[in-house]
Nanobody, 127 residues
Framework: QVHLVESGGGLVQAGGSLRLSCTAS????????VGWFRQAPGKDREFVAA????????NYTKFVEGRFAVSREDAKNAVYLQMNNLKPEDAAIYFC????????????????????WGQGTQVTVSS
């Protein structure tokens, strides 16, 4: 099990950028594949991006591909989500989640695959 804390959310104008951080404690983050999800008011939680343990495997929902980038820095026990050209429809609470994996090159888009979740960070985009 790993404890996750998200940070970096806030209010930004449409077209602006934010970088979210997901910081882990309790266990080496390098043992985990990590996913980012978001949930807007009245909507289901949805997949945003995922990264494998080795950082080589990445996946994005089509709604953010080309604008968002996920990366990891295991020396700091951190995973990042760089969000550029933000749109009002990107506004949501963003969560990171971790999956303990024996394999270094897999990732998951299903929320059910992840066992550990952070509390989320709010992203608000004004038009």
């Amino acid at each position: 099990q790993v404890h996750l804390v998200e940070s970096g959310g806030g209010l930004v104008q449409a077209g602006g950028s934010l970088r979210l951080s997901c910081t882990a404690s309790g266990r080496a983050f390098s043992d985990f594949a990590v996913g980012w999800f978001r949930q807007a008011p009245g909507k289901d939680r949805e997949f945003v991006a995922a990264i494998s343990r080795n950082g080589d495997g990445k996946n994005y929902t089509k709604f953010v591909e080309g604008r968002f980038a996920v990366s990891r820095e295991d020396a700091k026990n951190a995973v990042y989500l760089q969000m550029n050209n933000l749109k009002p429809e990107d506004a949501a609470i963003y969560f990171c989640a971790a999956y303990f994996s024996l394999y270094r090159d897999i990732w998951f888009i299903s929320a059910g695959a992840y066992s550990d979740w952070g509390q989320g960070t709010q992203v608000t985009v004004s038009s």
